[in-house]
């Protein structure tokens, strides 16, 4: 079975300074690997997603996410992030015919 | 349409009442998925589909809460003598859900439901 694990419940940064929202995955097999995020009372939308290929992802407004097989892990970092960046950011694991499992949300805080 | 679609987008109900919410899924896609996020809480989810069938139940939190979908579209997720701890944001989200396929899930807006 798959789960998720997001390390963190809330991440409070200021402007401008670097952020990395944490999240751990364990599978028995290959899977895909998903970061959505919710601006306050709006709806999920996908941030960036891994399905094979480069570790590395880019996804919007500046997010970026490393796949890291041997330490289960997909990572979302931003250099330099802004006010609007508060959210509250999921990571999700699924695969062919399964379910999507999502982690339990980390909230962002940008303080000014 | 272009979109995951939900009805309606605020129910506020009294306890004890049934209520019926409605989502209308991204043309094409054979899964279909029931969350429920109560307020600071991540998403807790109710139930998938794939086509008509719900081969996971398992997040139904009770017998009053029961799903249908029909024609491999439209589902409707009804919660019976609506209690005040259902109140919560209800997510449905749909994926073309096809072997081999990235399973990536398309958020509808939600459907407040807010129980007196």
């Known amino acids: 079975a798959q789960s998720v694990t997001q390390l963190d419940s809330q991440v409070p940064v200021f402007e401008e300074a670097p952020v990395e929202l944490r999240c751990n995955y364990s599978?028995?097999?290959?899977?895909?690997l998903f970061w959505y995020v919710q601006y306050p009372n709006q709806g999920l939308q996908l941030l960036l997603k891994?399905?094979?290929?480069?570790?590395l992802v880019k996804g919007i407004n500046g997010f970026e996410a490393e796949f890291n097989k041997s330490q289960t892990s997909f990572h979302l970092r931003k250099p330099s992030v802004h006010i609007s960046d508060t959210a509250e950011y999921f990571c999700?694991?699924?695969?062919?015919?399964?379910?999507?499992?999502f982690g339990a949300g980390t909230r962002l805080f940008v303080k000014a | 349409g272009a979109g995951v679609s939900q009805s309606p987008s605020n129910k506020v109900t009294e306890k004890g009442k049934d209520v019926e919410l409605r989502c209308d899924p991204i043309?094409?896609?054979?899964?279909l998925y029931w969350y429920r996020q109560s307020l600071g809480q991540g998403l807790e989810f109710l139930i998938y589909?794939?086509?008509?069938?719900?081969?996971?139940k398992s997040g139904l939190p009770s017998d009053r809460f029961s799903a249908e979908r029909t024609g491999g579209s439209v589902s409707t997720l009804t919660i019976q003598r609506t209690q005040q701890e259902d109140s919560a944001v209800y997510l449905c989200?749909?994926?073309?859900?096809?072997?081999?396929?990235?399973?990536?899930?398309?958020f509808g807006p939600g459907t407040r439901l807010t129980v007196l």
């Open positions: 989200a749909s994926s073309s859900g096809t072997s081999g396929s990235y399973n990536e899930q398309f």
């Open positions: 599978s028995s097999v290959s899977v895909y």
């Open positions: 891994y399905l094979s290929g480069s570790t």
């Open positions: 999700a694991v699924s695969r062919p015919g399964f379910k999507t499992i």
């Open positions: 043309s094409g896609h054979t899964a």
């Open positions: 589909f794939q086509g008509n069938s719900a081969p996971d």
